[in-house]
């Protein structure tokens, strides 16, 4: 079975990219060599989860506020409403409102810096 091990984050300013998932997450980046590549760890070893990079943008940057229509990775957290204000400070957007599901908790997708949207979940309990 093929399991997710790994993201990339395509960005038109990388840096600005890493300042944004620092800040909102706390994930942690350290540049891969001297290639414009930026490693992400987003928890420790050995806790659910994957890590992923940053890496500048191939193609066209998609539109804010475009419709999701692409793979959207889900970052858990404990404070819902304080990420997406950390989201709004550090120059993100909203993309979709803060809905719940059943059973699993409060979800909203939001824009970061670069336009790609991102999956934030605040789970029950």
């Keep these: 079975m093929g399991r997710v091990v790994h993201f990339e984050i395509h960005a038109d300013d990388p840096e600005r990219a890493v300042a944004f998932y620092t800040g909102v997450f706390g994930w942690t980046v350290n540049r891969y060599g001297d290639m414009p590549y930026w490693l992400l760890t987003t928890g420790p070893a050995g806790e659910p ?40 400070e550090l120059g993100g957007g909203v993309a979709l409102d803060k809905q719940d599901v059943p059973g699993v908790g409060t979800l909203a997708y939001v824009h970061d810096t670069e336009a790609n949207i991102v999956g934030i979940l605040q789970p029950e309990g």
């Design 49 to 88: 989860g994957i890590d992923g990079a940053i890496l500048p943008r191939q193609g066209e940057r998609p539109p804010i506020g475009a419709p999701v229509d692409g793979m959207v990775n889900t970052v858990r957290v404990t404070d819902l409403d304080a990420a997406v204000a950390k989201v709004l």
